[in-house]
């Protein structure tokens, strides 16, 4: 099992930036494929970005797309989404995942085994 852990989120205006990282307890990382997703108040949660293995394909949605970079840091055992250009509309709790098995598709947050709790960011107009 791992154990996936949040932080960096926060209160920032549009235009803003903020690096999203995402610590493992337990099974490395580098052992699962990670993704990031995000949901709002109301809304059903959304994907945004997802690493096969580690430096490996990576994806994106649509609207977070030239803006957020997923990345992993296998030495220190942590993922990031860097987020710039952020927009009113990228204000959700954004969550971290791990997936044991190839995720088919990345974009299904159903493929994911592990979640960690959350980090809030908002993003003043």
């Known amino acids: 099992q791992v154990q996936p852990v949040e932080s960096g989120g926060g209160l920032v205006q549009a235009g803003g930036s903020l690096r999203l990282s995402c610590a493992a307890s337990g099974r490395t990382f580098s052992d699962y494929h990670m993704g990031w997703f995000r949901q709002a108040p109301g809304k059903e949660r959304e994907f945004v970005a997802a690493m096969i293995w580690s430096g490996g394909a990576t994806y994106y949605a649509d609207s977070v797309k030239g803006r957020f970079t997923i990345s992993r840091d296998n030495a220190k055992n942590t993922v990031y989404l860097q987020m710039n250009s952020l927009k009113p509309e990228d204000t959700a709790v954004y969550t971290c995942?791990?997936?044991?098995?190839?995720?088919?598709?990345?974009?299904?947050?159903?493929?994911?085994?592990?979640w960690g709790q959350g980090t809030q960011v908002t993003v003043s107009s």
């Open positions: 995942a791990a997936a044991r098995f190839y995720p088919r598709p990345p974009q299904s947050d159903r493929e994911y085994d592990y």
